[in-house]
């Protein structure tokens, strides 16, 4: 049972990562970001580089660090890649959120394509840091290291999300523009500066989940793809515009995956989840937490 | 009005005069090309329906690969019955079942199997619209859920794996309704029957968006909320139509079965689903024709391109969404009309931005 639930919070903090970014930018600027997917495929496979540059240029004994330097290359990488996806596409599709996804289904698939003909078709192997292996044992069950590890990444990286959106003046215009654009337009915030810099932080995110994904299988082209959909259950579930949201819909959908999977199986689990989301939807239409607001749209 | 009904001749007469190139094809194409145009036919049927939901009544569904998928599913249960003669499928034998489970007795009978293709996803669509309009949930949660049904749906087939073949899916069928399946002039009637099928779904259709109720469907699309406060339960409009671009697509499904010859879950996936999209976008929503047109050409690029530059074929695919989507909303169809103003009248700003105004809040 510890483990059932374990196992739920480790799947839910992924869901966790990846569905953060999804929920800013789709609560900022209601884009849908089909090519979610593809970033954390960008953050996934800028680890694996990482890694190749350490085990071939470094000597052996400073290998197991390449993991500290991986996470902040798959960051900027994304986030990279996330600001010129925002300035040559999404900036055209701002309030068009149907014909947002669709493009960005085509970035994505673009993507995917691209990582094929650099890396391969076949998924690469990353290998996780030795400090990581073994486990954690807890009155009688062991709790996987590289879990703890995940959970740990994904708790710092919400945190240092919430302070930044929270805390600092960016955080603040941020948090502005998402309540009332035209408003917050008035009062001198450049919106457009905002969204750029929402967008990479989106997408950033989406590249540590990238990072994080390594430890737990292999990696390859279409990896994003079997989280994303996930992911939008999450934010559906949690609402947009709320950080808390987010995270009660992560853990909610990761928790009730586990159990209904360890009491049926994988597939029927899956269903069941799903028919559950749709109950809950009858119950909450706008998701868990959202923005209270008289405007109709 | 003068102009409006112009432009409606016109596209009868463009889509009388693609019917009349598809009727007289088979006698210069050889009989698999024939076979090939067969299939895109299928998906020609399907666009229409999910013309009339998102062109007209601008909701987008990534899941009408599963009620394509569906119409399939059913039919070649129903054609496998028909060539073991009451044997169980191979897979089924594999794993130790001797007996067919009732929902593949159900469709031994080809009128239940045929209402059945057009039925059942009829039913689901209909079972989940209601839920998810009923209470207002936003368009774009809509979208999602529908991915979020391809995804759990194909899982459940892949998984189910005794009863449904699995990833392999269905195959291996010889006859239909007595006739063999191999022969070219079989496959010859069933292109034949799938231009029938396509010309009535396209007749009824354009019935549908000329009528009053057709009118609702745009209001619903440029202004929902305007809609519902004058009175119109605009939930039901969307659920209904919802479930009739299921049943098209089911019919769509089964036609394109029979002329494959399997259907596994791969045809119904996620990426299928969100293809049968672009279709629509590079034809033009909001036409009917256009996403025809779309379907055929875009299949029969796909054809060509995959056959030479299999590579190339998803770069290609992900810049003509991202060009599509950007700078032609509008799609082929709108087109022709620019060029057309540009040419004649230079009237400024007529061409229909249908597909930017739709999304603007109605009421602050």
């Known amino acids: 049972m510890i483990m059932q639930a374990f196992n739920g919070i480790s799947l839910g903090s992924i869901l966790l990562l990846i569905a953060l970014g999804l929920a800013i930018t789709f609560g900022l600027m209601k884009v849908i970001n089909m090519a979610h997917g593809e970033l954390i495929m960008i953050g996934a496979y800028s680890t694996y580089v990482v890694q190749i540059i350490f085990s071939q240029y470094l000597p052996a004994t400073m290998f197991d660090w390449y993991y500290f330097l991986a996470i902040p290359t798959a960051f900027v990488v994304a986030a990279l890649i996330g600001m010129l996806l925002e300035f040559t596409v999404i900036r055209h599709l701002y309030g068009r959120p149907l014909d947002s996804l669709l493009a960005t289904f085509g970035v994505g698939l673009i993507l995917q394509q691209a990582a094929r003909s650099i890396f391969g078709a076949p998924n690469v192997g990353v290998q996780s840091p030795g400090f990581l292996r073994g486990g954690l044992e807890i009155i009688g069950v062991t709790l996987p290291y590289i879990r703890l590890f995940i959970i740990a990444l994904v708790v710092i990286s919400f945190l240092a999300l919430a302070w930044f959106l929270y805390k600092t003046r960016t955080g603040r215009k941020i948090r502005a523009v998402m309540q009332n654009r035209e408003m917050a337009t008035c009062l001198g915030v450049s919106s457009r500066k905002v969204d750029t810099i929402t967008f990479a932080i989106g997408s950033g995110i989406a590249g540590i989940a990238g990072a994080a994904l390594t430890l737990i299988g292999p990696i390859g082209p279409t990896i994003g793809t079997y989280y994303i959909v996930d992911a939008f259950m999450v934010v559906v579930v949690g609402g947009v515009g709320m950080l808390m949201g987010t995270v009660v819909g992560a853990l909610g959908i990761g928790v009730f995956n586990t159990v209904f999977e360890y009491w049926t199986n994988a597939s029927m689990g899956k269903v069941l989840v799903f028919a559950l989301i749709i109950l809950f939807l009858q119950w909450r239409p706008s998701g868990l937490f959202s923005l209270q607001s008289r405007s109709l749209d | ?364």
């Open chain 2, 1 to 364: 009005m003068q102009s409006f009904g112009a432009r409606l001749l016109e596209r009868k007469w463009l889509f009388i005069a693609l019917i009349l190139i598809l009727i007289i094809m088979p006698f210069f194409l050889s009989d698999f090309r024939t076979n090939l145009l067969g299939r895109y036919l299928a998906f020609a049927i399907l666009v229409i329906g999910l013309d009339l939901l998102w062109g007209y009544t601008g909701v987008l569904s990534l899941g009408h690969g599963i009620f394509f998928g569906l119409g399939a599913y059913i039919m070649a249960m129903y054609l496998s019955m028909e060539s073991m003669a009451g044997a169980v499928p191979d897979f089924m034998m594999w794993n130790g079942i001797t007996e067919l489970p009732w929902f593949w007795m159900v469709f031994s009978n080809p009128i239940v199997a045929i209402l059945g293709a057009i039925m059942v996803p009829m039913i689901i669509a209909t079972i989940l619209a209601f839920f998810i309009f009923r209470n207002r949930i936003r368009d774009v949660y809509f979208t999602i859920l529908t991915q979020a049904l391809v995804l759990v749906t194909v899982t459940l087939i892949v998984s189910q794996q005794n009863v449904t073949g699995g990833t392999n899916g269905i195959t291996g069928f010889s006859t239909i309704f007595g006739y063999s399946l191999s022969s070219p002039v079989t496959q010859q009637i069933l292109y034949y029957i799938s231009i029938g099928c396509l010309v009535g779904v396209f007749f009824l259709c354009s019935l549908l968006v000329n009528s009053r109720f057709g009118k609702a469907l745009i209001a619903i699309r440029d202004g929902e909320n305007r809609l519902r406060f004058s009175g119109y339960d605009t939930s039901m409009f969307k659920v209904l139509v919802f479930s009739v671009s299921a049943g098209i697509a089911g019919l769509a499904g089964m036609l394109f079965v029979t002329q494959v010859g399997i259907i596994s879950p791969t045809m119904m996936g996620i990426i299928p689903s969100i293809e049968m999209i672009l279709w629509v976008a590079i034809g033009g929503r909001g036409t009917l024709i256009g996403p025809v047109i779309g379907a055929l050409l875009t299949n029969s690029a796909k054809t060509f391109f995959s056959e030479t530059y299999p590579d190339f074929w998803l770069y290609f695919l992900g810049f003509i969404f991202v060009i599509i989507v950007i700078f032609l909303p509008g799609g082929l169809m709108s087109l022709t009309q620019k060029l057309k103003q540009r040419g004649g009248k230079h009237e400024k700003q007529a061409v229909s931005t249908e597909g930017k105004e739709t999304n603007h809040s109605a009421v602050g």
